[in-house]
Nanobody
């Protein structure tokens, strides 16, 4: 069973930075994605933890950076220059079936994903 724990959220002012961390266990991982519920579900940034390829959607293009750790079961999301358009409940998940590219993973939703954590809230307010 895939288990995911997210951390690192918190109130940040516009223009500020935040680092979110996602730890995954119980899965033969190859990809991890960060998503946002605000209020609709959308992909934010995804990574193939074995070859390091990444994809970031327009939500964070040029400002958000995703990376993995030494044991390839984590996905860290560094968010810079946060704006009032970025608040939401951020959570990470893995693909339920097969191997997928980071681009494809970020476009997934619903039953195509598994291991939803509780998420971490990111409010952006001055």
């Amino acid at each position: 069973q895939v288990r995911i724990t997210e951390s690192g959220g918190g109130l940040v002012q516009p223009g500020g930075s935040l680092r979110l961390s996602c730890n995954v266990s119980g899965s033969h991982l190859h990809s991890i994605g960060w998503f946002r519920q605000a209020p609709e579900h959308e992909g934010v940034s995804c990574i193939n933890t074995y070859d390091g390829t990444t994809f970031t959607t327009s939500t964070g293009k040029g400002r958000f950076t995703i990376s993995t750790g030494k044991y390839k079961n984590t996905a860290n999301l560094k968010m810079a220059r946060l704006s009032p358009d970025n608040p939401g409940l951020y959570y990470c998940a893995t693909p339920r079936f097969g191997i997928t590219t980071p681009h494809a993973l970020c476009a997934m939703s619903g039953d195509a994903l598994e291991g939803w954590g509780q998420g971490t809230k990111v409010p952006v307010s001055s």
